[in-house]
Every structure is written in structure tokens, then in C-alpha cells.
């Protein structure tokens, strides 16, 4: 007898069913296996000289954003000018002087910093605004000055101004950098004293 037409399409709707529940049951690709795929890249490390240090005379750093793409710029610093800026930080996170601080507070940043460990620390990560100065040309407009907020790496950035760092690497969004290295760049000479190389070439550093 042949089927009706009713039959025939509760009969194909069952087919089809049984047909996605094969391939549910099928395994699954790991969530990981692109990203497992893809290319390692070198990692870069800025030696940052240490004038005034009796315990070592360089400090080593690295990127805190490391994935290819970052929209994150490291910008080479004045540290006197980085920290003017930061003093401005109204977010009531402004550390004192490392002079006042603790003895415990001192060795720790020391050890944490220390170029024989094997593990290498993370640059300072700040974000960076203006507002307007103070003053008569402040309040007409015409005179901003910088602002520098520290998202990460404040107590390592006051130790190495301490320690005799006259400039540093920070990483800041790339829509803050230009903004930036104009009101905190270091000097041309920076690239020179800072040496950036990639963590597999270094000569005994």
C-alpha cells in the first residue's frame, strides 16, 4: 500500500531527525586547537640601565600585552617626567616616596626586580589623559598638562627612579602613545643606553 502524503513527510522528518543525531554524537574539535596552531613569537626584553644601585645596575623587562596584534605600544620614558605626570593621578593611588616605605616593601620590589632570577617582570602599564593646567591659561583653555595613571607596575616604576633609572620602557594603548611620547619621551639617547633584544639572543644578560 502506498504511503499517504502525510506519511511520506512524518517519515522523511524522521529520517532527517536521526540523521543530526549522528552527528551530534560525533566528536567535538578542542576549543584550543586554533589557538594551538598558531605562530610563537619572540619574546623582547629591555635591559634598563640602574645609575645609583649597589645591588645590580640593570633591570630586565618585558611586555605585559605579548599577543600579536596587541593595540598596545611600549613608549621609552623620561622617569622624572613620567612621575611628575603621575603625582597628578587624583585616584588617590599615588605612592610616597620610596624612601618612606617600609624596609619588607624595599626588599621585595628589590628581589622581584633582580636580573638573576629567572623570571623576567613586566614593564609598567599606565594610561595617560590631560587636563587643564592650573592657572589663569589653564582655566581659558589654552594650557593642559598630563596625567599618568598606573594600571600596573607603580611601586616598580618609583623603585627604578630611585635606583638611579633615569629612562624606561611603559606599555600604554595605542590611542594614548603618540599623546604620550610627547609630553614623557625620553631623550634620543634612550634607544642607545636601553638595549631591546629578543629573549633567545641575549649575551648573558
Known amino acids: 500500500m502506498l504511503l499517504s502524503q502525510s ?3 512524518v517519515s522523511a522528518l524522521f529520517t532527517r531527525w536521526r540523521f543530526f543525531v549522528s552527528l551530534s554524537s560525533l566528536p567535538l574539535p578542542l576549543s584550543n ?13 629591555w ?8 645591588w645590580y645596575d640593570h633591570v630586565r623587562l618585558k611586555r605585559v600585552f605579548v599577543t600579536d596584534g596587541t593595540r598596545h605600544q611600549v613608549v621609552l620614558v623620561d622617569m622624572r617626567k613620567l612621575l611628575i605626570c603621575a603625582d597628578r593621578d587624583n585616584t588617590d593611588y599615588v605612592l610616597k616616596p620610596v624612601a618612606e616605605w617600609h624596609s619588607g616593601k624595599v626588599r621585595g620590589i628589590r628581589e ?10 613586566q614593564m609598567p602599564y599606565v594610561t595617560f589623559s590631560t ?6 591659561l589653564g582655566w581659558l583653555g589654552l594650557e593642559r ?5 598606573f594600571r600596573n607596575g607603580q611601586h616598580r616604576a618609583r623603585y627604578l627612579a630611585d635606583a638611579g633609572a633615569r629612562w624606561c620602557p611603559v606599555e600604554v594603548h595605542e590611542r594614548e602613545a ?9 631623550a634620543d639617547d634612550a634607544r642607545t643606553a636601553i638595549r631591546a633584544t629578543s629573549l633567545g639572543s641575549e649575551d648573558g644578560a
Open 7 to 9: 506519511a511520506r513527510s
Open 33 to 45: 586547537s586554533s589557538s594551538a596552531a598558531a605562530p610563537s613569537w619572540p619574546e623582547t626584553v
Open 47 to 54: 635591559n634598563v640601565p640602574l645609575q645609583d644601585h649597589p
Open 112 to 121: 622581584f626586580l633582580d636580573p638573576e632570577s629567572p623570571r623576567i617582570p
Open 131 to 136: 587636563r587643564r593646567a592650573p592657572g589663569l
Open 145 to 149: 598638562e598630563g596625567v599618568v595613571a
Open 178 to 186: 603618540a599623546l604620550l611620547r610627547e609630553v614623557c619621551g625620553a
